[in-house]
């Protein structure tokens, strides 16, 4: 391998390896890294981009090109041109994504993910997000630390709705229609690890006064009640749009 090659393989291993670690880094000093994972799982992240870059700068004590003289006896010799050529291109293309996929990281101001987003994951189908706070709510009706997520689990698992009328709520979130019927509802996408598998979360609002437009952010007063159908619903008192919070995840 010439040392042109060597270089370029270099680069697209210990060089990628490195930015993504720096950029992980730099997400975690000024507090944006939770726009990508769950806070709960930052520590993990952190610690394995620090190897990464300690492994990085120990793989400069390897001279330029000795990784490749690996099984040089039995690979090469045997290997067709055609076989060569397409693996290179292979490895340039992938490369190429590599080094596209970091810079956007590295260049891109920091971004939670959007709305629209949000309305593109909705199955239809509310996610079970509730676990030991949705039975503590049964048994105490503790609802201060519960969040849109929490309240979908309650709305689509409730076995008496009559356990939870007349709760009043406060939360925050986005506008959405729902795909059943159109109606407003409050949405909140959230996250189990990171954001590729975030999930959206919505309660449905009902007298909610026009002026809220798909994907406003606001904050919701209401009270919990049941539908004709006897659905959960949250009736609104009062309705404030808002900037998009620092933190625009639940988890």
């Given at each position: 391998?010439?040392?042109?090659?060597?270089?370029?393989?270099?680069?697209?291993?210990?060089?990628?390896?490195?930015?993504?670690?720096?950029?992980?880094?730099?997400?975690?000093?000024?507090?944006?890294?939770?726009?990508?994972?769950?806070?709960?799982?930052?520590?993990?992240?952190?610690?394995?981009?620090?190897?990464?870059?300690?492994?990085?700068?120990?793989?400069?004590?390897?001279?330029?090109?000795?990784?490749?003289?690996?099984?040089?006896?039995?690979?090469?010799?045997?290997?067709?041109?055609?076989?060569?050529?397409?693996?290179?291109?292979?490895?340039?293309?992938?490369?190429?994504?590599?080094?596209?996929?970091?810079?956007?990281?590295?260049?891109?101001?920091?971004?939670?993910?959007?709305?629209?987003?949000?309305?593109?994951?909705?199955?239809?189908?509310?996610?079970?997000?509730?676990?030991?706070?949705?039975?503590?709510?049964?048994?105490?009706?503790?609802?201060?630390?519960?969040?849109?997520?929490?309240?979908a689990s309650v709305f689509a698992t409730a076995p008496d709705s009559r356990l939870y009328e007349g709760t009043t709520?406060?939360?925050?979130?986005?506008?959405?229609?729902?795909?059943?019927?159109?109606?407003?509802?409050?949405?909140?996408?959230?996250?189990?690890?990171?954001?590729?598998?975030?999930?959206?979360?919505?309660?449905?609002?009902?007298?909610?006064?026009?002026?809220?437009?798909?994907?406003?952010?606001?904050?919701?007063?209401?009270?919990?009640?049941?539908?004709?159908?006897?659905?959960?619903?949250?009736?609104?008192?009062?309705?404030?749009?808002?900037?998009?919070?620092?933190?625009?995840?639940?988890?």
């Open positions: 391998m010439s040392p042109a090659s060597s270089l370029v393989t270099r680069l697209l291993g210990v060089g990628v390896a490195a930015a993504i670690a720096v950029a992980t880094i730099v997400l975690a000093v000024t507090g944006n890294l939770a726009l990508y994972i769950n806070p709960d799982g930052a520590w993990f992240a952190i610690a394995m981009a620090v190897l990464a870059l300690v492994g990085c700068v120990a793989s400069f004590a390897i001279p330029l090109g000795r990784e490749a003289e690996h099984d040089h006896d039995h690979g090469d010799a045997t290997q067709k041109p055609g076989r060569r050529i397409a693996g290179t291109v292979a490895a340039a293309v992938g490369g190429t994504i590599a080094v596209v996929v970091v810079a956007a990281a590295l260049v891109l101001p920091p971004a939670s993910l959007s709305a629209q987003t949000a309305m593109d994951r909705d199955l239809g189908v509310t996610p079970l997000f509730g676990g030991d706070d949705v039975i503590a709510l049964a048994t105490t009706g503790d609802t201060a630390t519960f969040g849109v997520g929490d309240w709520v406060t939360l925050t979130g986005f506008v959405t229609p729902s795909k059943a019927d159109g109606a407003m509802q409050l949405t909140r996408l959230v996250v189990t690890h990171c954001v590729i598998d975030a999930q959206p979360a919505s309660i449905p609002l009902v007298e909610l006064a026009s002026g809220p437009e798909t994907g406003q952010w606001v904050s919701v007063d209401g009270i919990v009640e049941a539908n004709a159908n006897g659905d959960l619903v949250v009736r609104t008192t009062s309705v404030t749009p808002i900037d998009e919070p620092a933190d625009p995840y639940e988890y």
